[in-house]
């Protein structure tokens, strides 16, 4: 038994990390982590005894968006997660829909089906091409120069992301 005194995630992906197992989980933050696998809940049965699912690492979902695994928690962070209220990144997000829309990587995004509803696949595939475009430290260097309280929330979520690495 691991007691987690607060958020559980970072511990359960610890967990995952020392006995080189998976995490079987439905929370897609997940897969920031640099557990071994996730395996997709609800891609996952056992079949006659043996376990059968859905499993991806970390590498395998910054490759299919062509970023580096390491800028996944960043992602995270503008788009929107459990420490991350929703209406702050608003402005963020529409800022770059607007600036990076019409670049090519939506037809590929709905092909994979990153995201089901159309808004925020918008701004998944936005905010992914201005990392590719920017860099990570580029990207928060801009945002803080509108709003530096965004801007610290953000790299905030990403460092909690990370901290995984360092239990």
Not at 40 to 67: C, E, I, K, Y
Not at 78 to 93: K, P, R, S
């Amino acid at each position: 038994v691991v007691y987690a005194p607060e958020e559980g995630d970072p511990l359960t992906a610890r967990c995952g990390i020392d006995e080189n197992g998976g995490v079987l989980t439905c929370d897609g933050d997940f897969f920031v982590f640099p557990v071994p696998f996730v395996v997709v809940f609800q891609f996952f049965s056992v079949n006659n005894g043996v376990p059968q699912g859905v499993t991806a690492t970390r590498q395998q979902v910054g490759d299919a968006m062509g970023l580096h695994q390491t800028s996944l928690p960043l992602l995270i962070g503008l788009t929107g997660n459990d420490f991350t209220n929703q209406e702050d990144l608003q402005e963020v997000q529409d800022y770059y829909v607007q600036k990076f829309e019409n670049h090519g990587l939506m037809a590929e995004a709905r092909k994979r089906k990153w995201v089901k509803n159309y808004y925020n696949r918008r701004v998944l595939v936005s905010l992914v091409v201005a990392l590719r475009a920017m860099g990570t430290q580029a990207l928060i260097a801009e945002i803080a120069s509108w709003d530096p309280n965004i801007a610290e929330k953000i790299k905030r979520t990403a460092q909690f992301y990370n901290q995984v690495e360092t239990m």
